[in-house]
């Protein structure tokens, strides 16, 4: 199974796994999978490759829609959205074996049934566990409530060495952890949001900050925003913000939402992330550009003169 739909399930069900209502997510999930591996036709046209993603939901939405619980349909379309075609089949299994441990097992136990990831296999998982999270957010205003508190709490451990230290500590167990969370921000932000900090201390994270960054721009992402971090040398004016918001517009297609961070070593100018996207319009930058250029002609007239 995708980390990503292990986590988007862990996710969904997290408030009603243990409930009647998670064993029959369960059962509804066998059902299905039996159903695909013992209907040929079906079978056949979920595991085409020729058939389209929404055809394949379709068929789905049109077969399940009044049969089975809407999570476990939830479930099963975001299976079809992740991992190979030709997996379907296993994969229902293997959310069955998921959604049914995750009834029958207490936390611990559950926990000890995980498979030990890597750091990008659980990158996947809370990109999964996040969109989980992130659909159950009906308000615009409240996504972006949530990514102030997640970019908020970034810097509050940024500037806590210490407390970056405790929280990165995977030798402690991660209940002490958890409760040092629910200590610091519990009734402080929205539950939404301390959901998504506790997974970034439950898996393999080298860098809780930046982890706790990327949770903030999926938060973005998710109300149609990207998130562009502006590091600046000097403080810029209200025109100067719009001019920026406006360019980054053009440039992504997408309204950008400005994050601005003070960085004095850059000297003037700005440094801006936004995606993949690095734009270095530092004074720095530019210092160090003459200076490479100089270098070069200098080399260069050596060389004549030779």
């Known amino acids: 199974m995708h980390h990503s739909l292990r986590g988007y399930t862990t996710a969904l069900l997290a408030d009603v796994a243990r409930d009647a209502v998670g064993g029959q997510i369960a059962e509804d999930i066998n059902a299905i999978a039996h159903l695909v591996s013992r209907t040929n036709d079906l079978a056949v046209v979920l595991t085409d490759f020729g058939?389209?993603?929404?055809?394949?939901?379709?068929?789905?939405?049109?077969?399940?829609?009044?049969?089975v619980h809407p999570l476990a349909l939830?479930?099963?379309?975001?299976?079809?959205?992740?991992?190979?075609?030709?997996?379907?089949?296993?994969?229902?299994?293997?959310?069955?074996?998921l959604t049914r441990h995750m009834h029958d097992l207490d936390p611990d136990e559950l926990?000890?049934?995980?498979p030990i990831a890597s750091r990008t296999a659980w990158r996947d998982?809370?990109?999964?566990?996040?969109?989980?999270?992130?659909e159950s957010v009906t308000e615009t205003s409240e996504l972006e409530e949530i990514e102030d508190e997640l970019f908020r709490f970034a810097r509050v451990i940024e500037s806590s060495p210490s407390l970056r230290s405790v929280l990165s500590d995977t030798t402690l167990p991660v209940e002490n952890r958890e409760q040092i969370l629910r200590d610091l921000l519990e009734d402080?932000?929205?539950?939404?949001?301390l959901r998504l900090v506790h997974t970034t201390i439950q898996g393999r994270v080298r860098d809780l900050v930046s982890s706790l960054d990327w949770l903030a721009e999926q938060a973005a992402r998710a109300r149609g925003w990207r998130v562009a971090?502006?590091?600046?040398?000097?403080?810029?004016?209200?025109?100067?913000?719009?001019?920026?918001s406006e360019a980054l517009e053009r440039l992504t297609r997408q309204p950008v939402e400005l994050q601005i961070l003070a960085a004095p070593e850059i000297l003037g100018g700005a440094v801006i992330h936004i995606g993949d996207l690095l734009v270095d319009a530092s004074a720095q930058r530019r210092l160090d550009q003459v200076e490479e250029?100089?270098?070069?002609?200098?080399?260069a007239t050596r060389g004549a003169q030779t």
């Open 74 to 97: 939830r479930i099963v379309l975001r299976a079809v959205d992740t991992g190979r075609v030709e997996e379907f089949p296993t994969t229902l299994h293997e959310l069955y074996e």
């Open 293 to 299: 250029n100089l270098l070069s002609l200098e080399g």
């Open 125 to 134: 998982y809370v990109a999964g566990y996040s969109e989980a999270v992130f």
């Open 111 to 114: 926990r000890a049934e995980e």
């Open 229 to 244: 971090r502006v590091y600046t040398g000097l403080p810029i004016d209200a025109d100067e913000h719009r001019a920026l």
């Open 51 to 67: 058939v389209s993603t929404t055809a394949r939901r379709a068929v789905l939405e049109d077969l399940l829609t009044t049969r």
């Open 188 to 193: 402080k932000v929205r539950p939404a949001t």
